[in-house]
């Protein structure tokens, strides 16, 4: 079975610009949860989605973040403009059904110059 | 709130030393679900157990063995007989239920490295 699926990634783009993140949850999972990694924050969840509606979007750091969730098996994170402070590794995780482990793809590494 | 707390930061062993990797933490829920995951160098985050707040037993899976105390709000974990391979960051998590949805708070990790 496919595990949850990141695309891009490694992204490297100028400050400024729009980044883009994808993101397919595994197939029957109906909890999606998008998590940035740095050195000195650690691991922090952004927002998480269940049943593709955001349930808490608490921890986006600011208006320059968004997420979308159009239906089951797609998600994006978008940020713009971005700064270079938003360089970082964007994890997605699912998890559904009988399941309560979140389930992470192999993250994208954004980098902002 | 929520907190989970891994006071070592790196720990470095030889193969074959058992080493243990110790979980805090803190939350005002009773019903609540403790995990660990395993980051290793090629970045991606694996899953390694989940426990609930309801079952104190230790549990044990190889060479890996969990020991979860409620009385100190502890999930610790001890790797037996390391090896290289086991040469990753380890992150502690905590979750509440929360309908349906399990959102997680991590700990700020532990890296070990086991030299041969």
């Known amino acids: 079975d496919a595990g949850v699926i990141q695309s891009p990634r490694h992204e490297v783009t100028e400050m400024g610009q729009e980044v883009t993140l994808r993101c397919k949850p595994i197939?029957?999972?109906?909890?999606l949860f998008w998590y940035r990694q740095t050195m000195m924050r650690g691991l922090e969840l952004l927002i998480y989605?269940?049943?593709?509606?955001?349930?808490?979007d608490s921890g986006m750091p600011e208006d320059r973040f968004s997420a979308k969730m159009p239906n089951a098996s797609f998600s994006t994170l978008k940020i713009q403009p971005s700064e270079p402070r938003d360089s970082a590794v964007y994890f997605c995780?699912?998890?559904?059904?009988?399941?309560?482990?979140?389930?992470f793809g192999p993250g994208t590494r954004l980098t902002v110059t | 709130a929520q907190k989970v707390t891994q006071a070592q930061t790196e720990i470095s062993v030889v193969e074959k030393e058992d080493v243990t990797l110790d979980c805090v933490y803190e939350?005002?829920?009773?019903?609540?679900?403790l995990f660990w995951y395993k980051q290793p160098p090629s970045g991606e985050l694996v899953f390694l157990i989940r426990?609930?707040?309801?079952?104190?037993q230790n549990e044990i899976s190889g060479r890996y063995s969990w020991n979860f105390q409620k009385s100190t709000s502890s999930f610790n974990f001890t790797i037996t007989a390391s090896q290289v391979v086991d040469s990753a960051v380890y992150f502690c998590?905590?979750?509440?239920?929360?309908?349906?949805?399990?959102?997680?708070?991590f700990g700020k990790g532990m890296k070990l490295t086991v030299n041969p």
């Open positions: 995780a699912s998890t559904g059904g009988t399941s309560y482990e979140q389930y």
């Open positions: 197939s029957g999972h109906n909890s």
């Open positions: 989605f269940n049943n593709n509606v955001p349930i808490d």
């Open positions: 939350t005002r829920d009773t019903t609540y679900y």
């Open positions: 426990r609930n707040s309801f079952d104190e």
């Open positions: 998590a905590l979750s509440e239920h929360q309908g349906g949805s399990e959102k997680l708070v």
